[in-house]
């Protein structure tokens, strides 16, 4: 069984930074595509970005305006999300999600691209 466990949501002054963690169990990673996306109160799941396992090509949202990076340590079984200039429009759940497989640049922002998700963490940017 697949699990995802994200970690690293807190409460963060607006131009702070944190890391997310999405550590990754149960199955085999090498081919997997990793994706975070995040969901304020009231508001429909966003896409932030996604990683393939295998290379490491990334793509982001163009919400986060190059303020957050998405990498992984496939030894770890683990993707991270750093987000810096943090502002309190990111406040939300973040989540972290999962496909075996390559998932394109057209498929990587819809939900049902990914068949794995975490609990979610929560970040909360605010003064």
């Known amino acids: 069984q697949v699990q995802l466990v994200e970690s690293g949501g807190g409460l963060v002054q607006p131009g702070g930074s944190l890391r997310l963690s999405c550590a990754a169990s149960g199955g085999s990673f090498s081919t997997y595509t990793m994706a975070w996306f995040r969901q304020a109160p009231g508001k429909e799941r966003e896409f932030v970005g996604a990683?393939?396992?295998?290379?490491?090509?990334?793509y982001s949202a163009d919400s986060i305006e190059g303020r957050f990076t998405i990498s992984r340590d496939n030894a770890k079984n683990t993707a991270y999300l750093q987000m810096n200039g943090l502002k309190p429009e990111d406040t939300a759940v973040y989540y972290c999600?999962?496909?075996?497989?390559?998932?394109?640049?057209?498929?990587?922002?819809?939900?049902?691209?990914?068949?794995?998700w975490g609990q979610g963490t929560q970040v909360t940017v605010s003064s």
């Open positions: 999600a999962a496909r075996e497989g390559y998932v394109s640049l057209r498929e990587s922002d819809n939900t049902r691209s990914y068949d794995y």
């Open positions: 990683i393939r396992w295998i290379g490491g090509t990334t």
